[in-house]
């Protein structure tokens, strides 16, 4: 039989184990949400990385955005002038970064080639800045097999691109009359559509 002796040992134990399982539960939880803190502080940290990132290229150039001032440039043209951005101060300026190679940009360039004649004068200029490497040649017998007409300047090391922090063709950035970046885009886009050119003139309006 069992004596009272044995059933008092027996009750010690089991209470025994119900505290080391609370205390084993406790400290579970405490584990758990350490863990929690810990994971949501690395999130936060890493959403602020992030959002630096997006600020900058691959190669921790600054990327331009709409509102930032447009970083100055001098490039040579495909006739050998070298141009300068500040030149057209007090006009809009459309400068565009392309290639011979890039397929978009091959299927976006006659509607800029379209657009240029009517909107260029007093106040717009259009610089298609491109990055090949081949520089002149390789453009020039682009531009003249598909017989398209527009500013061309040559950018074949990418500096240019790099300090707008352009590394996706084609990008184009339209820069007011004061040389602020009032519009940006990523990627190839209808030129000739009549929102797209009330938007360039209503840039053209700004004072």
């Known amino acids: ?6 059933w008092r040992y027996r009750d010690n134990f089991e209470r025994m184990m119900e505290m080391n399982s609370q205390t084993e539960t406790g ?7 350490q863990v ?3 994971t949501t502080i690395l999130l936060s940290a890493g959403v602020l990385i992030l959002l630096l ?3 900058e290229t691959p190669h921790g150039a600054k990327i331009i ?17 070298p141009v300068r951005l500040a030149e057209f101060r007090g006009k809009v300026v459309m400068v565009h970064f392309w290639a011979t190679w890039c397929p978009p940009c091959v299927e976006e360039l006659p509607l800029l080639a379209k657009l240029y004649p009517e909107l260029a004068g007093k106040d717009f200029e259009m610089l298609a800045v491109s990055v090949d490497e081949g520089g002149a040649n390789a ?3 682009f531009m003249r097999k598909n017989n ?8 074949p090391d990418h500096s240019v691109a790099s300090s707008y922090g352009t590394y996706k063709f084609p990008e184009t950035y339209i820069v007011d009359r004061h040389g602020v970046v009032r519009y940006k885009m990523i990627g190839p886009l209808n030129w000739l559509a ?14």
């Open 1 to 6: 039989g069992h004596t009272a002796a044995g």
């Open 27 to 33: 400290a579970i939880g405490t584990a758990a949400k």
């Open 36 to 38: 929690i803190v810990l």
């Open 53 to 55: 990132i997006a600020r």
């Open 65 to 81: 955005h709409e509102g930032d001032r447009a970083p100055g440039f001098t490039l040579s043209s495909l006739d050998g002038r």
């Open 139 to 141: 453009v020039t017998s």
């Open 148 to 155: 398209l007409k527009l500013p061309v300047l040559l950018d």
């Open 194 to 207: 009549p929102q797209t050119i009330q938007m360039i003139k209503n840039i053209i309006a700004l004072k």
